[in-house]
């Protein structure tokens, strides 16, 4: 089974402040990690995503991620956040050697205030 | 620039009427997927096809759901008849999926603008 849990329902956080948006993943085997952004009104879009190799993963719109195995997290940061990175913040896992589909988080918004 | 896109954009129906999404995959992706989300359960996976094949639709209510690809270009999700619960945004997604030696490496899903669905 696979499983993703993204603690918080909402992060507040001032422009211009760091950000960090909270994932944590249950795989049986290696994991697969994305990070999708949904702004209103929209589809979700794709952020970045960690296969292998280096556990820094940089994205779309400064945004990166840090992969964790022996915590088994994937948290989403950004080093200045801007008003408009406010959106849900969805983060998903799938097995590496499976056939299954991802599997999403429920969500994180991400309100930056001015 | 490669996208997915769904139509119609915006329904609304009356309860017990048939409701057809469509989607266009990304041209070259072999896979494609059916989201539900809503306010109060998320996103949930409905069906996904690989290669025109059903993969999963577990969660797919069967009575009443049904998803289809008549062909690699078009995917297709129907309801039959509609009911108020079925209010939601319905997404569909398209990744390339190639069988590798070393199994099966899923790539990136890229989804479309959704389907919003309301039905009174």
């Known amino acids: 089974a696979q499983s993703v849990a993204q603690p918080e329902d909402q992060v507040n956080v001032a422009e211009g402040n760091p950000l960090t948006v909270k994932c944590t993943y249950s795989?049986?085997?290696?994991?697969?990690l994305f990070w999708y952004v949904q702004y209103p009104n929209r589809g979700l879009q794709f952020l970045l995503k960690?296969?292998?190799?280096?556990?820094l993963v940089k994205g779309s719109y400064g945004f990166e991620a840090e992969f964790n195995k022996s915590q088994t997290s994937f948290h989403l940061k950004k080093p200045s956040a801007l008003v408009s990175d406010s959106a849900l913040y969805f983060c998903?896992?799938?097995?590496?050697?499976?056939?299954?589909?991802?599997?999403f988080g429920s969500g994180t918004r991400l309100q930056v205030q001015p | 620039d490669a996208r997915v896109t769904q139509t119609p954009r915006d329904k609304v129906t009356e309860m017990g009427q048939e409701v057809t999404m469509r989607c266009q995959p990304i041209?070259?992706?072999?896979?494609v997927f059916w989201y539900r989300q809503t306010m109060m359960q998320g996103l949930e996976l409905l069906a996904y096809?690989?290669?025109?094949?059903?993969?999963?639709d577990s969660g797919m209510p069967k009575d009443r759901f049904s998803a289809e690809m008549p062909d690699a270009t078009l995917a297709t999700l129907k309801i039959q008849p509609s009911e108020p619960r079925d209010s939601a945004v319905y997404f569909c997604?398209?990744?390339?999926?190639?069988?590798?030696?070393?199994?099966?490496?899923?790539?990136?899903?890229?989804f479309g603008p959704g389907t919003r669905l309301l039905v009174l």
């Open positions: 998903a896992v799938r097995d590496q050697a499976g056939r299954r589909a991802l599997t």
């Open positions: 997604a398209s990744a390339h999926w190639p069988q590798l030696q070393q199994g099966y490496v899923q790539e990136t899903q890229y």
């Open positions: 041209l070259g992706h072999n896979t």
């Open positions: 795989v049986s085997g290696n994991p697969y």
């Open positions: 960690y296969i292998t190799g280096d556990n």
């Open positions: 096809f690989r290669n025109r094949a059903p993969l999963d």
